[in-house]
């Protein structure tokens, strides 16, 4: 076998093996989009690809009978303001791990790290009495600050790695040319360290964007919980309304994945070059 | 370029800020004349709203209704509210009856036992007892409670099997079968149509459970049941092996649906629905579930077919979901005000139409869909492992189940499983025994 057929066939296998994996991540996206449009006895019974009914009036419904309005801007308020505080903060926070020297700094890192190790059901219970004793419970501002602590650990290791690599010159240099260390932190570590921000923004929507569980504990009123409330209106304890509950899914996935294809480059760019060391 | 980043990201930070302030802060105040209620199922949210507009167009009194499904998160916020002193004026403990007693104990739940006698007993008299059963403390009660009713069902349920009209007369069959043996008559009439016979869960062990704890009452009674969770009688005593081979004959006959022992019940109501199966069983919750899946299914409910024509047969049933109010609620006479009114008949009937649940109010019968009254009209048979004077250990009742997997996969014969359960059971006691 001569050397540009044994190079085919390598990118051959390679390329089919990328496009399984491709495929089975993407097909149940398709399968959600497909059932999406159909009705609730087709979805059961109609098996090809392309439902032979289709019904794109369950957006519509899926959006009024879940009462999406509300519950989409809450959302994106809960997804915004927890991911820039948790940007601003653990940047803050890794910058001062990496680059500064005080008392008690490995001791406070470990603390954030083994914090990430305590599962969120675990901390329910004593959330919801501090909270309760703050008066924060059933308010926007308890729930994001709740939020904006769940993602700190992740995000305080991911920058302290990225910040741990930057070279030291660089902020000498800043020094010299009369930098103070806020202006170290947003001048230079911060842009140098863009791709890590990328992965911590897209991850944290993400987690922001699909929580459910401590909204529901914290949170009472209705006209305060975010997207995923709507999407039980579909499912009740024994029957689930499939085509409806279809359509608001994919409601729901569309903003989080025009997210993921605005910040790719980044998000590969962070993944590559070790944001996710450690 | 930096400075406009910069400033960006402030105006970001400002806005968030003012409508985080602007409208989520605003703390609640207790309002005398208001009843909060906690619930956790999706399906019926839109008629207890319905009904508590109409409360309080007839008394005055608002009644706010909170939903938090699922059901599991509800459990979780329940726990926490009563750790935190937050607990709303009505709500549900969907956990063990153990966790209710513990509820009682701490002073989260108001006794009824009063209200419910009052006007002699006119309350308790309009319920089905064994939707009361569930919420009531028996003298000398295991948990030390003091006897008595603490809770309101709104509704009930029981699991019992179905069977396709359509299917059944495609096969000739012009009666749903009685007893075991037309039961075995009906699955070869359906064979030879090439119709599957039984359909159920049991992926889901509990569902496979109920239908052996089914036989066991209708073969040894409950006597000798609950005698053999006490540890008096053993696995290996003749009855169980009866039980046992209820499995053993209608695997060998064929009456199972391929896969059946790792079918979880969402694929099982399919496959009844779509017509796959012309027996399933399964709870009364699924009229709904084959609404949705098909509205014009034809089927019926009955009874599991007999084996010992002097017993009846006995089928897991009871309370579905009930209500308790908060022991230390100001608002408490109010909270049981509605609850008595939320479980009177007209209203038990606009639930059940609503919602197509059975009614935990007996007078309510009268105005449900046939089906529905099928399943209501047994209800006087149902019994559930949460009223029994004992329970059987969980490791026990794994090995049981797991055997019955066995026995329908042919892996095992009804006297092996038995032995090995009884070894489980004597180990699980010496166990007990030294924990003590």
Redesign the interface.
């Known amino acids: 076998m001569n050397e540009p057929t044994k190079r085919n066939l390598k990118y051959l296998g390679l390329h089919a093996f990328l496009l399984s994996v491709a495929l089975t991540c993407l097909f149940p996206l398709f399968w959600m989009f497909r059932c999406s449009l159909m009705d609730n006895q087709t979805v059961f019974t109609d098996k090809g690809l392309i439902p032979s009914v289709i019904n794109f009036g369950n957006y519509a419904d899926a959006w009024t009978k879940g009462g999406f309005g509300v519950y989409f801007f809450n959302s994106i308020l809960y997804t915004v303001s927890v991911v820039v505080g948790i940007v601003l903060v653990s940047s803050l926070a890794a910058f001062a791990f990496s680059r500064l020297k005080f008392w008690g700094r490995d001791a406070f890192y470990y603390m954030f790290v083994i914090a990430m190790m305590i599962p969120l059901p675990g901390s329910f219970v004593p959330l919801f009495v501090l909270m309760n004793k703050l008066g924060m419970a059933n308010t926007r501002i308890g729930y994001i600050l709740c939020m904006i602590n769940v993602g700190l650990s992740l995000s305080i290791i991911l920058l302290k790695t990225f910040f741990d690599k930057m070279p030291s010159d660089l902020e000498d240099a800043a020094r010299i040319d009369g930098c103070s260390k806020w202006q170290i932190w947003w001048n230079v570590a911060l842009p140098l360290a863009r791709p890590a921000v990328a992965v911590i923004v897209i991850f944290n929507s993400l987690n922001v964007w699909n929580e459910y569980i401590l909204a529901q504990l914290l949170l009472s009123d209705d006209k305060l919980m975010p997207l995923q409330r709507g999407l039980m209106a579909f499912a009740g304890k024994h029957s689930v309304d499939y085509s409806l509950l279809m359509a608001a899914l994919t409601i729901s996935a569309v903003p989080i994945i025009l997210l993921y294809l605005a910040m790719q480059k980044h998000i590969i760019k962070g993944l590559s070059s070790g944001a996710v060391v450690g | 370029m ?1 400075k406009f980043s ?1 400033v960006a ?1 402030v105006l ?2 400002i806005c ?1 800020g003012v ?3 602007c ?6 105040k207790e309002d005398p004349n208001q009843v909060t209620m906690w619930h ?4 019926r ?1 839109a008629v207890l709203q319905q009904l508590a507009q109409q409360y309080e167009q007839e008394t005055g009194v608002k009644i706010k209704i ?6 599991d ?2 459990s ?2 329940i ?3 009563s ?2 002193n ?1 607990l709303p004026d009505i709500f549900g403990i969907l956990d063990k009856k153990e966790i209710f007693a513990d509820f009682i104990r701490y002073g989260f739940v108001a006794n009824l036992t009063e209200e419910f006698a009052k006007d002699g007993g006119a309350w308790e008299k309009s319920m089905f007892p064994k939707a009361l059963d569930v919420n009531r403390f028996k003298p000398d009660n295991i948990y030390g409670i003091e006897p008595g009713i603490y809770g309101v069902p709104i509704d009930v349920t029981n699991i019992q099997m179905l069977y396709n009209k359509k299917l059944l007369a495609k096969a000739g069959i012009k009666k749903a079968p009685t007893n075991f043996s037309e039961f075995l008559a009906s699955i070869k009439a359906l064979k030879r149509v090439g119709v599957s016979g039984l359909v159920s869960g049991w992926g889901e062990i509990w569902m496979a459970d109920a239908f052996a704890s089914n036989y066991a009452f209708n073969i040894m009674g409950e006597e000798k049941v609950m005698a053999t969770y006490k540890g008096d009688v053993k696995y290996t005593d003749p009855d169980w092996i009866k039980v046992l081979n209820v499995f053993k004959t209608l695997s060998e006959a064929g009456a199972f649906m391929e896969g059946i022992v790792t079918k979880p019940n969402k694929e099982a109501e ?1 496959d009844f ?2 017509e796959r199966a012309a027996f399933a069983y399964n ?1 009364s ?2 009229v ?2 084959y609404h ?4 014009s299914l034809e089927y019926s409910a009955m009874l599991p077919p007999t084996i010992n024509p002097k017993r009846p047969m006995k089928i897991w049933g009871g309370a579905g979901s009930s209500f308790v109010v908060k022991e230390t609620s100001t608002r408490k006479d109010k909270a049981i005000a509605f609850l008595k009114w939320l479980s009177a008949e007209k209203q038990q009937a606009l639930l059940a139409k609503e919602t197509r649940n059975l009614p935990a109010n007996r007078k309510a019968l009268e105005s449900i869909p046939e089906v529905l009254a099928d399943f209501a009209s047994v209800m006087d048979n149902t019994t559930h492992p949460t009223i029994w004077k004992y329970n059987e250990l969980p490791a026990v009742t794994e090995a049981f189940d797991k055997g019955i997997q066995s026995i329908i996969i042919g892996e095992k014969t009804p006297k092996q499983v038995a032995s090995e359960v009884q070894a489980v059971k004597e180990r699980e006691t010496e166990k007990a025994k030294r924990r003590q």
């Open positions: 930096k910069f990201v970001v930070l968030s409508i985080v302030a409208t989520g802060c605003g703390g609640s956790w199922m999706t399906d949210d909170e939903l938090f499904a699922p059901s998160s509800y979780q916020r726990t926490a509210s750790q935190a937050t399919q629905a779509l709870g919750w699924c709904n579930v949705d899946m098909n509205p």
